[in-house]
């Protein structure tokens, strides 16, 4: 499905749809194989995570199942993991104090590797996520830059590409609106709040090297909705 939308590579979930006990290293091998014969390739990884990155009670389960995905991420040949860690803290010390302990073990993994982490914000301003990976030197981190949750957020997505953008490691392909009432939802690429052109343009001139990931999470015809996406991206850039 993925090749028959012109699309170049796929994101896999690391922890519900391809987990790293799921293949052994023949299984891998197969896999980038049958990926191969398609013109396909392992574009990056995500580890969705159930609480946030600084919340103690399991913390170090969390831990290690990112570890293991940045492995399983070089081994499929992919050199990103992206991962939204919870709300960055800016009320309470030992909170942030931790969030920034942990993310200089997982950096120092990455960097041992050769794959970067890279956050998804969660309705942080640019600020605060520049500050948040400022603080750490242990390894490389890195922005995934999803339009989408800018506009949820009610945030400006070109204001945090411009103002991060020698951070931005990935870029999820999807768009947004917000409601009357302030709320947001997800729209197809295209019809909702972003401005694909400008932003697409401004990724160009920033020579970025990355991958463009589109993503639906929401619709009657997600798939659809990616191959019209991967299309839409591609009639941009090619222009």
Sequence with gaps: MAAETGASGLQFDA???LKPTDLSETGRRQLLHTLGERDLS???LTMPLRRALYDEEYLDIRIEAIKQAM???WDLKA???TCRIGRIPDDDARERSRLQEVLEVIAAHGNHVGVTFSITPSGDPP???RSLIESVDTGPLGIDLDPAERVMSRQNPMTTLRELHARVTHVTVRDAVRDFDGNGREAAVGRGECDWPELLAVIDEMNYTG????DRTAGDDPFGDVSRAVQFVRNVVHQ
């Design 71 to 73: 492995q399983f991420a």
């Design 42 to 44: 392992v574009a990056s």
């Design 79 to 81: 050199r990103v993991l």
């Design 127 to 129: 600020e605060a996520l």
């Design 211 to 214: 991958w463009l990931t589109a």
């Design 15 to 17: 922890r519900q749809q």
